[in-house]
Nanobody, 120 residues
């Protein structure tokens, strides 16, 4: 069974940096999308950044220029480097991948989330 596990969250002051990691385990035959989402208290979950295919990278306007997504399909890991953090970046960050395991079609998988808190 495929599982995604995030790490790297924490408390940081405004202007600081954090690097989130998301590692997959289980039998994966193909990865289509490796992405990050976040959900702030009282708000809907929102897309942050993603890598589609080998190299198509996109960012939400709110993080463009401050966050960098990188991934390694062979190692089954994706990172989110976050710089110039703002209090409004405070949220639970989730990784979400679209992938095929050994037996089935492409499906979406989600991690359990990691808390990022940015103090002013």
């Amino acid at each position: 069974q495929v599982q995604l596990v995030e790490s790297g969250g924490g408390l940081v002051q405004a202007g600081g940096s954090l690097r989130l990691s998301c590692a997959a385990s289980g039998s994966i035959s193909s990865i289509n999308v490796m992405g990050w989402y976040r959900q702030a208290p009282g708000k809907q979950r929102e897309w942050v950044a993603s890598i589609t295919g080998v190299s198509r990278i996109n960012y939400a306007d709110s993080v463009k220029g401050r966050f960098t997504i990188s991934g390694d399909n062979a190692k089954k890991v994706v990172y989110l480097s976050m710089n110039s953090l703002k209090p409004e970046d405070t949220a639970v960050y989730y990784c979400a991948w679209t992938l095929r395991d050994r037996f089935g079609p492409y499906k979406d998988y989600w991690g359990q989330g990691t808390q990022v808190t940015v103090s002013s």
